[in-house]
């Protein structure tokens, strides 16, 4: 079977979704399920729906795109403000999409306009994290602008926080989204539909929190796929941690030197490599590199230790274990590595349930036949 690959295994995917909507919900949260790290694949997108979302979101319109082509008909959620030049297709394919530039909200509404349609926008409030967000201050002066135009209609404001600043979600900032909420209601002499008050981060605040005030979604990708808390990466109880398995093969198995022998330069990379000198090292090339997958973020599955990589090659120290060519080794990915792992063309991605048998190598070497 080719490799590099992902076996996904969906069945853990639904178990992580369905436990984060119970989860949620126990204090009025409703999950809206992100697609991004998996480049909207429908048939994930499609187990979240049948786990009870029923909000689909994702940063990009050609991922938003595929699903609608897929045939999937729920509701999709522009996480990314829109570019400027992508307007026609976020009116056409997106529900809601997040905003926070009043020149794009009018040529939202233009748009809309022009299509006899109403194109529903959720403004995104800088909570302190620093990436997309009208500032507090601002948001009476953009309502004001926004209440003249046809075309668009305010349906809730959200947060984003822990993305860029790394900042933690607590009730003293979502405490503040729901005074926003209060003050932007009357303001538009109507109720929002959405306060949605952030991502897979927002996971220690709702646990420790006693009143999550308005806040009624969040948006969650990470802790879906990978089951932890974006804040530390440590495991969520009662989620699946191993639901993405990135598979690579051994191409060369040698026995060499932990130092280079020679006058060391630059590598590939422009860096100049240090080595500790450990003696002569078991070590196996495998056959994917930095165009695949972002190396520091995969954990092999067995005791054996990644010591560097290049554009088509790991090398790794196998250790005690002698490894033979065209041997399988899997590895555990963080969210940095699923993303770039998700988005590499030359990475096959492959349904585990598809695959009966696989053969596992054990930390003594040897190898046993066991369900995927
Ligand atoms: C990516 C993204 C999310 C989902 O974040 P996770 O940490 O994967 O849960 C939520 N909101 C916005 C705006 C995003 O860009």
């Known amino acids: 079977m080719a490799t590099p690959r992902i076996e996904i295994n969906f069945k853990k995917i639904a178990h992580n979704a369905q436990f984060l909507k119970d989860h949620y919900a126990t204090k009025g949260i409703d999950i809206i399920g992100v697609t991004k790290v998996v480049c909207g694949d429908p048939n994930i997108a499609n187990i979240l729906l049948k786990c009870g979302i029923n909000i689909l979101a994702d940063s990009r319109i050609g991922n938003i795109k595929k699903m609608k082509d897929a045939g999937i008909t729920a509701p999709m959620l522009l996480l990314r403000t829109p570019l400027q030049s992508e307007l026609n297709e976020v009116i056409e394919h997106c529900y809601i999409s997040h905003n926070t530039e009043f020149s794009i909200i009018k040529k939202l509404s233009k748009l809309a306009i022009n299509r006899s349609s109403?194109?529903?926008?959720?403004?995104?409030?800088?909570?302190?994290?620093?990436?997309?967000?009208?500032?507090?201050?601002?948001?009476?002066?953009?309502?004001?602008?926004?209440?003249?135009?046809?075309?668009?209609?305010?349906?809730?404001?959200?947060?984003?926080?822990?993305?860029?600043?790394?900042?933690?979600?607590?009730?003293?900032?979502?405490?503040?989204?729901?005074?926003?909420?209060?003050?932007?209601?009357?303001?538009?002499?109507?109720?929002?539909?959405?306060?949605?008050?952030?991502?897979?981060?927002?996971?220690?605040?709702?646990?420790?929190?006693?009143?999550?005030?308005?806040?009624?979604?969040?948006?969650?990708?990470?802790?879906?796929?990978?089951?932890?808390?974006?804040?530390?990466?440590?495991?969520?109880?009662?989620?699946?941690?191993?639901?993405?398995?990135?598979?690579?093969?051994?191409?060369?198995?040698?026995?060499?030197?932990?130092?280079?022998?020679?006058?060391?330069?630059?590598?590939?990379?422009?860096?100049?490599?240090?080595?500790?000198?450990?003696?002569?090292?078991?070590?196996?090339?495998?056959?994917?590199?930095?165009?695949?997958?972002?190396?520091?973020?995969?954990?092999?599955?067995?005791?054996?230790?990644i010591i560097g990589a290049s554009s088509d090659h790991i090398i790794v120290d196998t250790k005690n274990i002698n490894i033979k060519v065209g041997t399988e080794l899997e590895f555990d990915l963080n969210y940095a590595a699923l993303l770039a792992a998700m988005t590499s063309p030359y990475v096959t991605k492959i349904d585990s349930s598809k695959l009966y048998e696989r053969t596992r190598v054990l930390q003594n070497g040897g190898t046993k036949r066991s369900r995927a």
Request: with cysteine; charged share 20%.
């Open 118 to 305: 109403v194109h529903n926008i959720i403004l995104m409030v800088e909570l302190g994290d620093l990436r997309e967000g009208i500032l507090p201050a601002d948001l009476e002066g953009i309502i004001t602008k926004i209440k003249l135009l046809k075309g668009v209609k305010i349906v809730g404001i959200g947060a984003n926080l822990a993305c860029f600043g790394g900042i933690l979600p607590n009730d003293e900032n979502m405490g503040q989204l729901s005074s926003n909420t209060a003050d932007v209601e009357a303001q538009l002499g109507y109720k929002l539909k959405y306060i949605s008050g952030g991502n897979s981060a927002n996971h220690q605040w709702f646990n420790a929190t006693r009143d999550v005030k308005r806040v009624n979604y969040l948006r969650l990708g990470e802790s879906i796929y990978l089951g932890c808390d974006p804040l530390t990466r440590q495991p969520i109880p009662g989620l699946y941690t191993d639901a993405f398995t990135l598979v690579a093969e051994v191409i060369e198995s040698n026995t060499k030197p932990s130092v280079p022998i020679g006058e060391i330069y630059q590598n590939a990379f422009g860096q100049v490599p240090q080595f500790q000198d450990k003696g002569l090292l078991n070590r196996a090339i495998l056959g994917i590199g930095f165009q695949d997958v972002m190396v520091k973020g995969l954990k092999p599955r067995l005791d054996i230790q």
